[in-house]
């Protein structure tokens, strides 16, 4: 799992732009869903979605509730486990 600095609440230099965090969080969750980096990884897409969601980006929720459907319980806990780890170390 990244971790990323918060200066000025400008996240987007991970994919090369500037964007608001909860953007390029929406931006990353769209990679892993499609498997742009390698393997389809719905378990961060999810998590990156729930993220994204938090931060009030509106197509968030609805690509969460999108990967959930293709993912078992076990799958969705570990992802709602890494957000919250994420949110405590970020």
């Not at 938090?54 to 929720?61: K, N, P």
């Not at 078992?72 to 486990?81: P, V």
């Amino acid at each position: 799992m990244a971790r990323f600095d918060w200066q000025d609440g400008d996240f987007g230099t991970a994919l090369g732009t500037s964007a608001p965090i909860g953007e390029t969080l929406f931006a990353m969750g769209l990679r892993h869903a499609a498997g742009r980096d390698g393997a389809i990884d719905l378990v961060s897409a999810h998590m990156y979605f729930n993220l994204a969601d938090q931060m009030g980006v509106e197509d968030a929720a609805r690509h969460r509730f999108q990967a959930a459907e293709a993912m078992t319980k076990a799958e969705i806990g570990r992802a709602l486990r890494s957000a919250r780890t994420w949110l405590a170390t970020n």
